[in-house]
């Protein structure tokens, strides 16, 4: 029987579903901008596919167990956090860098914030769970007893 990421309970639930809905919503955005009008706005439309990527492998790294997908998962979501960070930024003072939105222009404005609270309460709840991933990785069959 497979074991569960004790990240997919409680709160980390309510957080694989948002980044699930981030994850459709950026890639529809992007997929839409770039078949449409890639012309007017590349630079947005690029970081708009980049968002949908992230959104996609936090998700994924937030659902599979282990060491491996929880240091995805922190690597990610710290992108994600500086990628909103900067591009909310960039977008209040270059408007002329990005001619039309993305999921993260003015800290994802459009996105009723969702974009800028989602990495901090993503890293909040993979630092109240770090352990869980070294547990998941532990059998009795490795497991160092304790004292030795």
Request: hydrophobic share 55%; charged share 15%.
């Amino acid at each position: 029987m497979a074991t569960r990421s004790s990240l997919a309970t409680g709160i980390g639930r309510v957080l694989i579903a948002v980044y699930g809905v981030l994850a459709l919503a950026a890639t529809g955005r992007s997929v839409v901008q770039i078949i449409e009008k890639f012309d007017f706005a590349p630079f947005a439309y690029t970081l708009s596919a980049v968002a949908a990527v992230v959104y996609i492998v936090a998700m994924i790294a937030l659902i599979v167990p282990g060491r491996f997908w929880y240091r995805v998962a922190c690597v990610t979501i710290v992108f994600e956090m500086t990628g909103v960070l900067v591009i909310g930024t960039l977008s209040l003072f270059d408007r002329a860098l990005f001619p039309d939105d993305t999921i993260w222009s003015y800290y994802g404005l459009g996105y009723a914030f969702a974009p800028l609270v989602l990495p901090a309460a993503g890293l909040w709840w993979l630092r109240k769970h770090h352990r869980a991933a070294d547990d998941t990785e532990s059998s009795p069959a490795t497991a160092v007893p304790a004292g030795e």
